[in-house]
């Protein structure tokens, strides 16, 4: 089997266990989500709150128009999408019990519950020379991840953070729930997944110096640095 049709099958196998999930349903952001209360329990799990998070991004917290906004997926694909929030309602959904750790020395374990990025990559089906997925957000900020590595963790992207919308100081409409790395993979208010041939792709915090393969068990700096 070649290495495009492994990646094919992969895809294919993923989409098909998603669909298996309970689809749960979505909700749009037409209330303050500061108003809701989250559920603080989950499976006998203590879960976090909402203003557990410290805030650190690199131009303030953003406020995205749920009318305007759109999620792009594109680069090295057979064909480019755009989605709105009314079409990604349409998609799988799945939860995660997932702890975001910080390098700062915080963490904060809640329950994520979004879409299987597999299911978006079935859509605009990658090129065969993809192996980076690079993530854009709103404020110019830009992380990634290794293609195999999304695809076989099943990785999603979150809409909601214990059972209720997704806060704008948290990323709505959608953050990356990058699981088992350090926080500055989960990039917030998430507007374009591109397609990369380039494994030596840098990100914002990355290009300063911050490890690129971002293990929570590996180091927190580049050697180089």
Known sequence: ?????????????LVLGVAALVVFPYVFATDDPAQEVGITDY???RLGS?????????????????????LRVDGLVSQTASFT????????????????RCVEGWSVKALWEGIPLAELLS?????????????????GYTTSLPLDLILD????????INGITLPPARGFPFLLVAEEKWGYKW???????ELSDDPEYRGFWERRG??????VDGPIFESAY
């Open 50 to 70: 909402v203003d557990d998070f410290r805030e650190n991004p690199i131009a303030g917290i953003q406020a995205i128009d749920p009318e305007a906004y759109f």
């Open 85 to 100: 929030l009314p079409d990604l309602a349409g998609f799988p959904r799945a939860e995660k019990l997932v702890t975001l």
């Open 187 to 193: 990039i917030r208010w998430l507007t374009r997944i």
């Open 210 to 215: 911050y490890d690129n393969n971002a293990d």
């Open 43 to 45: 499976q006998g799990e």
């Open 123 to 139: 859509v605009v089906q990658p090129a065969p020379q993809p192996n980076m997925v690079v993530f854009h957000a709103v404020d």
């Open 1 to 13: 089997m070649t290495r495009r049709s492994q990646r094919a099958a992969s895809i294919a196998a």
């Open 153 to 160: 963790r099943n990785l999603i992207i979150a809409d909601r």
